[in-house]
Nanobody
Framework: QVLLTESGGGLVQAGGSLRLSCAAS????????MGWFRQAPGKEREFVGA?????????SYADSVKGRFTISRDNAQNTVSLQMNSLKPEDTAVYYC?????????????????????WGPGTQVTVSS
């Protein structure tokens, strides 16, 4: 079993930045591919980005956040982070951290929620215009 807990959400003005973190416990973190998803009111949960469990940590991002968001991981601290810059009102959503064991991540690939087994409770991000 894997326990994931997000932190760092909040209210920010458009054009601002926010950094989300996700702490993992219960399994060797280095074997977990980690992803970020988000869900806005009335919409389906959508892929934001992911980072591979493999050394070197290949990443993939949704087109809507590419160039603005960056995922990184710290295996020594069992954490994964999502740095969000140049935020837009349409980035407003609940952001979820997700994990899956040894899932391959390929740049430019869009991943679905069903491809990740472990989930955090989510953290709210609100971007005001």
């Amino acid at each position: 079993q894997v326990l994931l807990t997000e932190s760092g959400g909040g209210l920010v003005q458009a054009g601002g930045s926010l950094r989300l973190s996700c702490a993992a416990s219960g399994r060797t973190f280095s074997t977990l591919t980690m992803g970020w998803f988000r869900q806005a009111p009335g919409k389906e949960r959508e892929f934001v980005g992911a980072i591979s469990w493999r050394s070197g940590g290949s990443t993939s991002y949704a087109d809507s956040v590419k160039g603005r968001f960056t995922i990184s991981r710290d295996n020594a601290q069992n954490t994964v982070s999502l740095q969000m810059n140049s935020l837009k009102p349409e980035d407003t959503a609940v952001y979820y951290c997700a994990g899956d064991v040894r899932r391959g991540i390929f740049s430019g690939t869009y991943y679905t929620p069903s491809q990740f087994h472990y989930w955090g409770p989510g953290t709210q991000v609100t971007v005001s215009s």
